[in-house]
Nanobody
């Protein structure tokens, strides 16, 4: 089993920044990719970005490209999501997920964190 714990959510005004962290623990040997997804009220869960667990290759959704950056901290076993130039439409619960396939589909991720709320006010 892999346990994931997100932190760093909160409230910010439009144009501001937040940094989310995802701490992985447990049997991470089977983890191939870690991704961030988000879900706004009444909407489907949406892919944000992912990063290879053993490397640095990343993939970012067009909706956040140029504003959000995903990265890994090998020493701390964490994956971070730096979010800049935030917009009200970025408001959502953000989830960290781990899986064995590099994918933007939430169904391909076996392990999920509990989520952290990000609220951007105009």
């Amino acid at each position: 089993q892999v346990q994931l714990a997100e932190s760093g959510g909160g409230s910010v005004q439009a144009g501001g920044s937040l940094r989310l962290s995802c701490a992985a623990s447990g049997r991470t040997v089977g983890v191939y990719v870690v991704g961030w997804f988000r879900q706004a009220p009444g909407k489907e869960r949406e892919f944000v970005a992912n990063i290879m667990w053993s490397g640095s290759s990343t993939n970012t959704a067009d909706s956040v490209k140029g504003r959000f950056t995903i990265s890994r901290d090998n020493a701390k076993n964490t994956v971070n999501l730096q979010m800049n130039s935030l917009k009200p439409e970025d408001t959502a619960v953000y989830y960290c997920a781990a899986g064995r396939f590099r994918s933007s589909r939430s169904d391909d991720y076996a392990y999920w964190g509990q989520g952290t709320q990000v609220t951007v006010s105009s």
